[in-house]
């Protein structure tokens, strides 16, 4: 009952609250109007990195990279069901879980939560399956200056996996906000098959160019 009453709330705020981008007309479910919603850089195709086929929601421009900038590191978190339904609008392939990429404490203590945390709780509302995080993350070192074997050394040595979970998924849907080169993915990835996981798919909210 109380979860109904949310709902409404909500759904009522929207038909009253303006678009988060124009200002001007009403926000839709995506807390956009449709018309600023279906003029957003949409890419909506697969990039590969790492022999890894990534499905990317956007191009990472204009107003999509100030939008994510802004959500991820000034606590604009008004942003997140944008956020969520870019992923969401995608063709998603079926799987048991939802893995979000994981951020060191360091980084967790220095914004106060975890960006696509957020967002996976969000998607695995609407799609009725569980988020899993059975890997922690290191401490998040510069990459600067090293080399691209070092980078993803760098990179696969930050994933540990948490010896204390028991659930098991053999497919996965792992997401993320930006791809650039697409070594924390490719090095999630294998940690994620090193407990079993049999598909790994991922989806990024976009890819830079």
């Given amino acids: 009952m109380l979860q109904l009453i949310n709902q409404l709330f909500h759904k009522g705020i929207q038909n009253i609250s303006p678009c988060l981008l124009c200002g001007i007309d009403k926000q839709q479910q995506h807390s956009l109007c449709t018309d600023c919603w279906n003029h957003l850089p949409w890419y909506k195709q697969h990039i590969e990195r790492h022999s890894q086929h990534i499905l990317c929601a956007h191009h990472y421009r204009f107003p999509m990279d100030r939008i994510?900038?802004?959500?991820?590191?000034?606590?604009?978190?008004?942003?997140?069901?944008?956020?969520?339904?870019?992923?969401?609008?995608?063709?998603?392939?079926?799987?048991?879980?939802?893995?979000?990429?994981?951020?060191?404490?360091?980084?967790?203590?220095?914004?106060?939560?975890?960006?696509?945390?957020?967002?996976?709780?969000?998607?695995?509302?609407?799609?009725?399956?569980?988020?899993?995080?059975?890997?922690?993350?290191?401490?998040?070192?510069?990459?600067?200056?090293?080399?691209?074997?070092?980078?993803?050394?760098?990179?696969?040595?930050?994933?540990?996996?948490?010896?204390?979970?028991?659930?098991?998924?053999?497919k996965v849907l792992m997401i993320d906000d930006v791809v650039t080169t697409g070594s924390s993915i490719h090095a999630l990835t294998q940690a994620l098959e090193s407990l079993g996981c049999q598909q790994v798919h991922t989806a990024c909210i976009a890819a830079a160019e």
């Fill in 68 to 170: 994510i900038q802004t959500y991820k590191y000034e606590q604009q978190l008004q942003y997140q069901n944008l956020l969520a339904l870019s992923l969401l609008n995608l063709r998603l392939p079926k799987v048991q879980a939802i893995v979000p990429m994981p951020i060191s404490t360091d980084r967790l203590n220095e914004r106060g939560y975890n960006q696509m945390l957020i967002i996976a709780k969000i998607m695995a509302r609407e799609l009725k399956i569980p988020v899993w995080q059975p890997v922690i993350r290191a401490a998040q070192h510069s990459q600067k200056g090293l080399t691209r074997i070092e980078r993803i050394e760098n990179i696969e040595n930050q994933f540990q996996m948490i010896k204390t979970e028991r659930r098991k998924y053999k």
